[in-house]
């Protein structure tokens, strides 16, 4: 009874798993091959709460193998090496099967050791991480196993297995319980697709409620004070911050204003003012650019009154900001010129720059041509002369193309006009 109620409501079967019905439905690839018996090297990768650990469990204490449970974040070398010492022993002789919870925090070595085994079948992996395994896990062992993601539960699953979980409180408490709907939708939004979470909420609930005639009633009241920022499943060195600012970047260049706003208010929320502040001057030069150029100096003013006020009123800037940026027009014009330079740059066609943009006024006696003969474009008609800019290695190359934006699309007439061209 002290264990957590997630503990206690954990599921014996896949059929008892609540969600992930894109592996665990009859039929699919993940489902045949485990009722078949066929247990690969796996990874399951996914946010806290979604049942990878059960999933895992249900699948070793099934397998007719020895089981062994890790979890990375106290693992030691030595223990891995107890788990390999098994192979070839009476013990492991119906195979070893480890369970590695949260791989990630193995070192390199570690998950090293691990490659020879896992190579030769003598011990099969399963392994869970809440952090994105082609970033945090190491290459060769990534290639001996199969990643499977698990997704955040929806809506409809979490209040299933509320459902499930009140009736087992009633069964442990003898006691009805009643959750008004209101309060039950927002159980099942609030925690963010975590079922755990969700479970914890409940629990805390049923054990404040007050039991009248023996009923206790739970409110939304009551759900919105365990409710309070439960859905921010937000680190900033963890891949859903990164998954956010990506988000909102992407909203912004795809002018989506109200996608674009809900990205910023989940950072307002999480208390990551620095990070909205940086990707929004990022945006404003690589999305919006020369199709707006005022955006730039706008946003950096919004960026520079959000880190003088703080949060809260921080966001009031940023979301103007944030709009402003969405519904501007958009060009990476100047991104792109950028970007195919300094390519080049790397590939190592460079050259000098021409005689006449150099800041030397002696030629070498061995000099075809004496002297600078730069010719200053403020001294002829529009301010402009033709001559060469780019080094003789790079005549002809072209960086930059116009927008089809109105302000770079006036600039080129503008250009087209004076250089004589159609």
Known sequence: MNSPLADRLRPKTLDEVFGQRQLLAPGTVFRSNIEAGRVPNMIFYGPPGVGKTTVARII??????????LNGTSASTSDIRTVIGEIGTLMGSGGILLYLDEIQYLNKKQQQSLLECIEDGSITLIASTTENPYFYVYTALLSRCTVFEFKPLEPADLRAALERAKGLLEKEGGCQIEIDPDAMELMSTACGGDLRKGLGGLELLCGAAKAENGVKRITREMALQVSQRSSMNYDRDSDHHYDTIS????????SDPDAAIHYLARLMEAGDLLSACRRLLVIAAEDIGLAYPQAIPIVKACVDSALQLGLPEAQLP??????????APKSNSAHNAIIAARE????GRIGPPPRQLQNKHYDGADAKVKGQNYLYPHDYPNHWVAQQYLPDALVGVTYYEYGENKIEQAAKAYWDRIKGQK
Request: net charge positive.
């Open 247 to 254: 988000a909102l970047q992407k909203s912004i260049r795809g």
């Open 344 to 347: 080049d740059v790397r590939r």
């Open 318 to 327: 940023l979301a103007d900001a944030v709009i402003l940026l969405a519904t």
């Open 60 to 69: 070793a204490e099934n397998s007719g193998m020895r089981l062994h449970k």
